[in-house]
């Protein structure tokens, strides 16, 4: 059965569209027209595993550099509370490209299930709407590269096995340098800083050696939230002895010296990847194209590099969590930094359909920044942001009984971060992020925050029955 739907874009464009009743609609089939060549251009940059602190604009040049992300954001809106939608490669990039939670795509690990057959990628929205599509760079997307008809990329450039940095800016330049009669939305994902953890495995790393690891003395300091925090829930410290043990973060007998020798590497590996993006935007203004190009840039999640004794990713701590964000467009975007809350997964979609003068459909459930962008100080806008997660990354103790993997939700609000997991007796986490922005101490259990504590259960709740997030509800009890 199929029925007709109204769809409106904040600007009030508006477009009839047919949508199966029962599913998620297809891509909306905008037509290209003689408006097209005034629709701005689309250029998407990821890392991969990269922190949202660590560029040297935000903390100094002392022990990172990275020229060309600061001038990017010098130039921009850089969103200092943007967070992965799951911070997991998987789970965030398919959210990212389909703009769905992760508990709407069904993937909450790096496992290899199906993306739902009626969940088509960014690439064919635009694709209908008359853009050039390219895409070149790391995939991990669970749709197969071939099948054009889902992610909608004419021109590609996936690399194996995640590949090399230096192996994307070619073919982008390249595409960015066709001549054509159409926009263009353009992807670039390089793989850096990833490589820290075959590095710190002691294994070959995809991108090229690096060099060997100096002496700590030579290294940053160690993280100041090395420990973990005062009360911590014993769901994750349960996670901690099982990360501790597996040979994918081998980490048992890390010591501050160790874990300043893996920060090293990790700020040298997003130097080496902000290299490789400096030459695709040196090509865009080269091209003359820089006017009319939106240029967003983000991670797919980042690393805890030793913030409370974890390594790589999935918990909820700002490390892994919290990702770059910067939006950038000549005359367009006014320059700047935000506190805004912004959910990468769900609202990168939106954001570029929004700036394209496209509609976004009804369906989604992010939000386009462009609002925040043409004014930092925005007074209404979200109160809360979710981010999900499932920890299926570690390993059985030697001797100890099996560890069963902790699904869990997070609750971001302007001065709160509330975490819940499914596993364990002490279950919840509440920390004062504007008091305690390294996250040492969970105030779940102290009866002063007992309010708040009820009014995060209560935001997740509602937001679970509001959005169908049945495994939400199970985590909270209900």
């Known amino acids: ?73 010098a130039n921009g809106v850089r969103f200092d509370r943007a967070y992965a939608p799951n911070p997991l490669c998987i789970p965030a990039r398919n959210s990212i490209f389909t703009g769905n939670y992760p508990y709407q795509t069904g993937l909450q690990s790096n496992a290899n299930d199906p993306l739902p057959g009626h969940m088509v990628l960014m690439g064919r929205h635009f694709k209908d709407a008359g853009y050039d599509t390219g895409y070149f760079g790391k995939w991990h997307i669970n749709v197969k590269t071939s099948d054009k008809e889902r992610h909608g990329f ?19 330049i390249e595409f960015l340098n066709q001549k054509r009669d159409k926009p263009f939305l353009l992807v670039t994902s390089f793989t850096g800083p ?26 940053p300091p160690a993280p100041v939230n090395i420990a973990p925090p005062v009360d911590e829930t014993d769901s994750m410290a ?9 040979t994918m973060t081998p980490i048992v007998h890390f010591t501050p010296d160790k874990w300043r ?16 993006i400096g030459k ?10 820089a006017e009319n190009t939106l240029v967003i840039f983000t991670a797919d999640h980042g690393d805890c590099t030793g913030a409370h004794q974890f390594a790589q990713k999935t918990v909820f701590y700002d490390e892994a969590a919290r990702i770059p964000f910067i939006v950038s467009m000549p005359g367009t975007v006014s320059p700047g930094t935000t506190q805004k809350l912004v959910n990468a997964g769900i609202d990168v979609f939106p ?59 997070m609750i971001r609000t302007e001065n709160f971060k509330y975490s819940v997991y499914d596993i364990g007796l002490h279950r919840e986490s509440l920390i004062d992020m504007t008091n305690d922005p390294h996250e040492m101490f969970n105030l779940s259990r102290n009866a002063k925050f007992r309010n708040v504590l009820d009014e995060h259960r209560d935001i997740l709740r509602r937001f679970a029955d509001e959005n169908g997030d049945q495994v939400a509800l199970e985590i909270l009890g209900l």
Not at 383 to 397: E, K, T, W
């Open 154 to 172: 004419d021109q590609m450039g996936v690399l194996k096995n995640n590949g090399a940095d230096h192996l994307i800016p070619e073919p982008a």
């Open 1 to 73: 059965m199929m029925i007709m739907k109204k769809i409106r874009s904040k600007s009030a464009l508006c477009i009839w569209v047919l949508v199966a009743a029962v599913a998620f609609p297809c891509p909306i089939g905008f037509a290209a027209d003689s408006k097209s060549k005034a629709r701005p251009n689309l250029l998407f940059i990821m890392t991969d595993q990269h922190f949202a602190d660590a560029m040297s604009g935000v903390m100094g040049d002392e022990y990172i550099k990275t020229p060309n992300l600061d001038k990017l954001a």
């Open 351 to 409: 954001t570029f359909l929004d700036y394209a003068g496209l509609p976004i459909p009804e369906f989604f459930k992010g939000l386009s920044v462009k609002p925040v962008c043409e004014n930092p100080n925005l007074p209404d806008w979200r109160d809360y942001i979710v981010v999900s997660n499932h920890m299926v990354q570690g390993a059985v103790p030697a001797g100890g009984s099996e560890i069963p993997f902790c699904r869990g939700r």
């Open 194 to 219: 990833h490589d820290i953890c075959e590095m710190v495995r002691g294994q070959k790393i995809p991108g090229g050696s690096i060099g060997s690891f100096p002496d700590s003395i030579e290294c």
């Open 280 to 289: 695709v935007l040196t090509a865009l203004e080269e091209s003359g194209l």
């Open 238 to 246: 349960l996670m901690r002895r099982s990360y501790e043990v597996t």
């Open 261 to 276: 020798q893996m920060r090293w590497g990790y700020y040298r590996l997003i130097e080496r990847s902000d290299q490789e």
